[in-house]
């Protein structure tokens, strides 16, 4: 019931407030050229640094330009022109697939007994 419950609430298609949720993050991250996924934090979740390690490099390198131009546009309070902004496809992931690959990795390692392959410690 719960499950139910909590998937309802997060799905846009069923749930409308969901959806105006989904559309004020996109338009959130359409004005600084991000993705969703740039905003998880290799420094904080060592399993996301783990999954960027294993992306190719332009894809890594792609992220940090698109990083780095936010920073760039947030500390001189602007936004991308609207011609940019329209471009951007905030919530086409390229981190889900590895980072859920290195979690299962790392549920499997845990449940054969395994030693962790790096410590979980929050800086």
Same mark, same amino acid.
């Given at each position: 019931?719960?499950?139910?419950?909590?998937?309802?609430?997060?799905?846009?298609?069923?749930?409308?407030?969901?959806?105006?949720?989904?559309?004020?993050?996109?338009?959130?991250?359409?004005?600084?050229?991000?993705?969703?996924?740039? @905003?998880?934090?290799? %420094?904080? =979740?060592?399993?996301?640094? *783990? &999954? !960027?390690?294993? +992306? $190719?490099?332009?894809?890594?390198?792609?992220?940090?330009?698109?990083?780095?131009?936010?920073?760039?546009?947030?500390?001189?309070?602007?936004?991308?022109?609207?011609?940019?902004?329209?471009?951007?496809?905030?919530?086409?992931?390229?981190?889900?697939?590895? @980072?859920?690959?290195? %979690?299962? =990795?790392?549920?499997?390692? *845990? &449940? !054969?007994?395994? +030693? $962790?392959?790096?410590?979980?410690?929050?800086?």
């Amino acid at each position: 019931m719960a499950s139910t419950l909590s998937r309802w609430l997060v799905d846009p298609k069923k749930n409308p407030l969901a959806a105006i949720h989904k559309n004020t993050v996109s338009g959130r991250l359409r004005k600084y050229g991000l993705r969703y996924d740039d @905003l998880y934090d290799p %420094k904080y =979740e060592l399993d996301v640094k *783990e &999954a !960027l390690n294993r +992306l $190719p490099r332009e894809i890594v390198d792609a992220r940090n330009q698109r990083l780095k131009r936010a920073i760039d546009l947030s500390m001189k309070h602007e936004y991308l022109p609207e011609d940019l902004q329209a471009m951007q496809t905030p919530f086409r992931s390229y981190l889900q697939a590895m @980072l859920a690959l290195v %979690k299962k =990795e790392q549920a499997e390692r *845990e &449940a !054969l007994g395994a +030693l $962790p392959l790096y410590q979980r410690t929050i800086p």
